[in-house]
């Protein structure tokens, strides 16, 4: 599975309100909305400057805070082509899962605001396309990435009514 897009950075310790902020959790169920809000409290414009595709780049536990669904619902809804950070909140990351939504964990350091970046997840590696800078991803068991292909656990469970781990 290979994924390119434009890099948003941040820094450690983004939060889910910071994802969505909690003004809006409980406004709404249309999940298209709840994405043209993504990253308000940061910048008020960051959904204007996104793309089908574009990454989310961060540095650590991004993803803290509440366990709400909405944060990883969102950023897919946005469609954000994936998440690139060096840690995850856990249950951020099994959230993420769940929906379909592509978590990957990987040095972030030498990745910048506007890279251009080819992500491989099935050889493991991020290739920075503005640098040349290889950079290698954790990878994720073949289950997971099963999971992530069909959509999310509800689509996987639809297709294969089990797991077949």
Do not use: W
């Amino acid at each position: 599975m290979e994924l390119i897009g434009k890099v948003h950075k941040f820094g450690d310790d983004i939060n889910t309100d910071y994802i969505i902020s909690g003004r809006y959790k409980f406004k709404t169920l249309d999940m298209n909305e709840l994405a043209s809000h993504i990253f308000e409290d940061i910048d008020p414009d960051f959904s204007k400057k996104i793309n089908a595709g574009d990454f989310i780049v961060a540095g650590n536990n991004f993803g803290c805070g509440s366990s709400r669904e909405q944060a990883v619902l969102a950023l897919k809804y946005a469609k954000i082509g994936a998440v690139i950070a060096k840690s995850f909140a856990r249950i951020f990351f099994r959230n993420g899962i769940n929906v379909g939504l592509i978590l990957i964990e990987a040095d972030t350091e030498k990745i910048s605001q506007n890279d251009i970046l080819k992500v491989d997840i099935t050889s493991g590696k991020i290739v920075n396309k503005t640098t040349n800078e290889v950079i290698p991803i954790n990878p994720l068991p073949d289950f997971l990435l099963q999971i992530i292909q069909e959509g999310g656990i509800i689509n996987y469970l639809k297709k294969y009514r089990d797991f077949k781990i």
